[in-house]
């Protein structure tokens, strides 16, 4: 797993596979396909804000946060170009205080997958349930432990993992297998899970 430290110097660098400058087409595709109007999202570790910024322009109430501040700094320079007002804050998940919400969905791209220890992904599933509200959504693109081992990409996870740490307080909606969008040239498996909030 990368620190925040490394994520930082990897932005510094712009070493950026995940930053494919085009909105996740997962992401799109998922807002179609339930018929999620726009509502008050929070994305986590949203990076340059590339998706945050496709959410607001189709009328959501976006606030994105991530651990560099490199990136929260290029984040923020495109949200303005972009004449958008999306609220970007630089926030540790596990340790900083999130805004407050609740909100209607959580989007994370690859935040969930990072955290290295069991424990630290079962408190971030409760920090994300307790950030939704009612029946509230909560979607993420996690790094698949099918197909060959890689060299390079994101963390991998199984189903079963996923399930263990998540079902208990979220149900399943979906679960589809996608190829991750990303600068390389061959693009990582991955899942791309959108779950409710249990009560």
Known sequence: MATPKEFEERYKRGDLPWDSGRHDSNLKEMIQDYSIRPCPVLELGAGTCTDAIWLAQQGFNVTAIDVSPTAVEMAREKVSEAGLNIDVMRADILSDEL?????????????????????DKSRLVRIIHDHLEHDGYWFSIIGSADGPKREH??????????????????????????????????????????????G
């Open 99 to 119: 805004p407050d919400g609740p909100f209607t969905l959580i989007f994370d791209r690859g935040c969930f997958h990072t955290m290295e220890q069991a424990e």
């Open 153 to 198: 990409g994101p963390p991998r996870m199984s189903l079963l993992d996923i399930a263990t740490l998540v079902e208990p307080q979220f149900e399943f909606l979906q679960i589809k297998a996608i190829e991750m969008d990303t600068n390389l040239s061959d693009p990582p498996r991955g899942w791309a899970c959108l779950m409710r909030k249990r």
